[in-house]
């Protein structure tokens, strides 16, 4: 007798073919094989990228020399390197002096500030009757704020700024040689057929990223200025450093402006009082919504069509792999990204999934 067996499908179970679950795996792998490989070669890496950013940022300005200044392009390129130079080295160098001071200034008395302040919390909620179970949770402000840890976070950072001037040697050397062969890249690349599709995303995608970068540059000047302001005005110490860093941390989207207004609203309210504090604060939302929400989408616009989520991810990605050079990285390279999903036949989904584009709205007959 002989038994008939029959395959039954279960309609809710997705069909897989032999070899999905397998090529699945694999890609997971090479994606992580990758990813490590990036972390280890970062030594490498970034002078590179770091070096491009700086010339796609500079480019214009050596444009600017030759074009209307006549200046013949190597003297350009001199012009703007030495400019950029200048500009690098002496924020590193006003950074590492202000860190130093910074450090002394939370040395002298930041204990007996931060406890001022506690005692003053600890008295409005003793209007409340929450006094008591407050002091319970938190018996001093010594557990929230661990000051020989936020001491040797300055000093270290301080540390870092100077390392990073030797590799800011480098970066400067690569883009050197960046911009005097600019011109014959252009050259080469023009070269191309012009029916070459990749050729013609590219270029689009460079001149979004260049007029990205500029405009990016003149936000956070206006930005980091703002703060500088307002940080005077208010008489908050070190006002000149937190203008710098919000300049810097500009840079990065989304985030970067959050992160660089908690350390002059913290100064205010150690230094000063809650009044200072949450007028250091306000001033910080109006600078950013100004700049950030107002004036940056205006010359901006829907620049690169990518959804304000992936920009956080890509950043905080990013930033995990490379650390702060990486968060800077992050909106050009996650454009280059897109730009080779949108290329590939199999990955051309996922640049539709991560785009930030209108509705389509369709007319009625």
């Not at 972390?39 to 770091?50: D, E, F, S, V, Y």
């Not at 590193?92 to 930041?110: C, G």
């Not at 883009?175 to 599709?197: I, V």
């Not at 989207?253 to 609203?265: D, E, F, H, K």
Request: hydrophobic share 55%; aromatic share 10%.
């Amino acid at each position: 007798m002989q038994n008939d067996t029959t395959s039954t499908t279960d309609p809710e179970k997705p069909n897989l073919l032999p070899g999905e679950g397998a090529r699945a795996l694999i890609t997971a792998a090479a994606a992580m094989v990758v990813i490590y490989g990036l972390q280890q070669a970062r030594g490498i890496i970034l002078p590179i990228l770091m070096a491009c950013f700086l010339a796609i940022i500079s480019y214009t300005f050596t444009s600017m020399l030759r074009r209307y200044l006549r200046f013949p392009h190597w003297l350009a390129v001199t012009f703007t390197v030495l400019a950029d130079f200048g500009i690098i080295f002496g924020i590193i160098s006003l950074f590492n002096v202000m860190a130093q001071d910074v450090k002394a200034t939370l040395e002298s008395d930041v204990t007996a500030r931060l406890m001022e302040k506690y005692n003053e919390v600890m008295g409005w909620l003793g209007n409340f009757g929450l006094e008591e179970q407050a002091r319970t949770m938190i018996a001093s402000p010594m557990d929230i704020i661990n000051v020989p840890m936020l001491l040797s976070w300055v000093q270290a950072l301080s540390g870092q700024v100077l390392s990073f001037m030797s590799t800011c040697t480098l970066v400067l050397l690569l883009m050197t040689f960046l911009l005097g062969e600019a011109r014959l890249f252009g050259r080469n690349f023009r070269s191309l057929p012009n029916s070459n599709k990749g050729k013609t995303d590219f270029l689009n995608a460079l001149r979004s990223i260049q007029r990205y970068l500029f405009i990016k540059t003149i936000a956070s000047t206006a930005t980091g200025l703002l703060a500088w302001w307002l940080c005077a005005a208010l008489e908050v110490p070190f006002a000149f450093m937190w203008g710098m860093l919000a300049l810097v941390l500009n840079f990065i989207p989304t985030i970067g402006s959050i992160v660089a207004a908690i350390p002059p609203i913290l100064m205010a309210l150690l230094m000063s009082g809650w009044g200072d504090c949450a007028l250091v604060a306000l001033g910080y939302i109006i600078i950013n919504f100004l700049i950030g929400n107002g004036i940056e989408p205006i010359f901006l616009g829907k620049q690169f069509e990518i959804a304000t989520s992936v920009v956080v991810f890509s950043v905080l990605f990013w930033g995990w792999v490379w650390g702060p050079c990486g968060m800077l990285l992050a909106m050009p390279i996650m454009v280059l990204i897109k730009l080779a999903f949108e290329n590939s036949q199999d990955l051309s989904w996922v640049a539709t999934i991560i785009e930030d584009r209108p509705p389509i709205t369709l007319k009625k007959k």
